[in-house]
C-alpha cells in the first residue's frame, strides 16, 4: 500500500506548515528517512523525512504553499506499485477545461513620442537628478528646456535611506510568537545572584576527566534545572485552554541564536540523562539549529526553556516566557564580584539567574522556592556530580 507524506503538526498552536522546498520530486527513489522537503512551522524550519522506502509519487503542495497539518501532501509507492488515479490528479496542474488566458495587451500611451525640446546641458544635469525632461517646464525657444529650468525644478538632494534589513522566514516566526506571549501571558518575574565556585569546580573537573573542553556551563545549568523541575512540577507544567496541564516528562528547550532568527531545540527526558549525554545532545541540537537540519522531534514537546547570553558578556537580563510553558531562565556571565564571607568583602565568582514565570500557572511564593532550590543546587551541586 502507498505510504501518506503528511504533514506534521509540531505544537499545539500550529494549525499549517508552509512547504519551503522540496528535497526530492515526482518519480524519485528515496529510502526510509532520506529527507524529502523543508517545512515552516510556527517554530523552526525543519526537513521532513520519508516515512517509507520507494517512489515519492502525487506531490499536490507546492513550494512556499501552507498546508494544513495531518493533510497527505505527497505518497511513497512501495515496489511494483503505480501511481493511483488520485496520485496522479494531485500531482498534476488544476485544469477546468478553460482555455488559457489571453495575454494582457495594455493600450498605447497617449502620451506624445515627439522628443521634447531640450539643450544638451539640461538633459545631462536632469539625467544626474533622475529628472523626466518632458516633465519641466521649458523657458527656452519654442518651450525648449535650459539648463536653468532643470536647475530650477530639481528638488534639493533627499537624506540617505536609512538602513533596511531583510525579515526572513524564521525570524518572523519568532517575532509573531513573541509578541504574542508578551501580549499574552501575565508575567512575574524573580532575580537572584549566586555564588558559582562549586559550579566552576565541577566544570573543571569534569573537564580533566573527560580530558576535552566539551561539557558547558549550559550543560550543568541543564542537569540542575531538571533536578529542580523534579522537586516543583508545577514549574514543569503548561498553560492550555484555560486549564493547568503537568507534564510526565522534563523536556528542555535551549535558545539558540541562528543566522535567521532564534530557535529552541529540545533536551528530552533531561532529568534522565548523565552529564556527558546531555552535552552530547546540545552539541548536537546547537549544530543543526545552527545548520538549519533540526528534524521535527527536535523541537517538541518543551517543558522549560533555558536562554544563555553569558557567553556574551551579559551580567543579567530578563527573558520572555516561552508559551505555553510556564517559565524560562535567563543566565548572564560569570564574573569575580564583591561579596561580604563572615563579615568581610572578598571577590567570589557570582551569576545572575533570572526567572520568568506565567502568573497563571506559577504564583510567587511557588516561584521563589523553585529559585531557592535551584539556587542551592548551583552553590553546592555535590548530589549531582558525576
Do not use: C, Y
Not at 527656452?140 to 525644478?153: C, L, M, S, T
Not at 514549574?235 to 541562528?258: C, F, K, P, R, Y
Request: glycine share 8%; aromatic share 4%.
Amino acid at each position: 500500500m502507498p505510504t501518506d507524506v503528511i504533514m506534521p503538526m509540531l505544537g499545539m498552536s500550529q494549525d499549517t506548515g508552509k512547504v519551503l522546498k522540496w528535497l526530492r520530486g515526482e518519480g524519485d527513489a528515496v529510502a526510509k528517512g532520506d529527507p524529502l522537503l523543508e517545512v515552516e512551522t510556527d517554530k523552526v524550519t525543519v526537513e521532513i523525512e520519508a516515512p517509507a522506502a520507494g517512489t515519492l509519487s502525487g506531490i499536490s503542495a507546492a513550494e512556499g504553499e501552507d498546508v494544513p497539518v495531518g493533510r497527505a501532501i505527497a505518497v511513497v509507492l512501495a515496489e511494483g506499485e503505480a501511481p493511483s488515479a488520485n496520485d496522479a490528479a494531485a500531482a498534476a496542474p488544476a485544469a477546468d477545461g478553460a482555455d488559457p488566458a489571453p495575454a494582457v495587451v495594455k493600450p498605447p500611451s497617449d502620451r506624445s513620442s515627439r522628443r521634447p525640446l531640450a539643450s544638451p546641458k539640461a538633459r545631462r544635469l536632469a539625467e544626474e537628478r533622475g529628472l523626466r525632461i518632458d516633465e519641466i517646464a521649458g523657458s527656452g525657444p519654442n518651450g525648449a528646456v535650459v539648463a536653468a529650468d532643470v536647475q530650477r525644478h530639481a528638488p534639493a538632494a533627499p537624506a540617505p535611506a536609512p538602513a533596511s534589513f531583510e525579515v526572513g522566514s524564521v525570524w518572523r516566526v519568532m517575532a509573531e510568537r513573541t509578541q504574542r506571549a508578551w501580549q499574552e501571558v501575565p508575567h512575574f518575574f524573580l532575580v537572584r545572584e549566586v555564588e558559582a565556585t562549586r559550579l566552576e569546580g565541577w566544570r573543571a573537573s569534569v573537564r580533566r576527566r573527560a580530558g576535552s573542553e566539551t561539557v558547558t556551563h549550559t550543560d550543568l545549568l541543564v542537569r540542575l534545572v531538571a533536578s529542580a523541575l523534579r522537586e516543583h512540577p508545577r514549574v514543569n507544567a503548561t498553560w492550555h485552554d484555560g486549564t493547568i496541564a503537568g507534564n510526565e516528562d522534563v523536556n528542555i528547550g535551549l535558545a539558540v541564536a541562528a543566522d535567521d532568527g532564534l530557535v529552541v531545540p529540545v533536551i528530552a527526558g533531561a532529568d534522565r540523562l548523565e552529564l556527558a549525554e546531555i552535552a552530547a545532545r546540545r552539541a548536537d541540537l546547537v549544530t543543526a539549529a545552527r545548520a538549519r537540519r533540526l528534524k521535527p522531534a527536535d523541537v517538541q514537546g518543551g517543558t522549560f526553556t533555558i536562554s544563555n547570553l553569558g557567553m556574551f558578556g551579559v551580567d543579567a537580563f530578563m527573558a520572555i516566557v516561552n508559551a505555553p510553558q510556564a517559565a524560562i531562565l535567563s543566565v548572564g556571565r560569570i564574573a569575580q564580584r564583591a561579596v561580604v564571607v563572615d563579615g568581610a568583602v572578598v571577590a567570589r565568582p557570582t551569576l545572575v539567574l533570572g526567572l520568568s514565570f506565567d502568573h497563571r500557572v506559577v504564583d510567587g511564593a511557588a516561584g521563589a522556592r523553585f529559585l531557592d532550590t535551584l539556587a542551592a543546587l548551583v552553590e553546592e551541586p555535590a548530589g549531582l556530580v558525576r
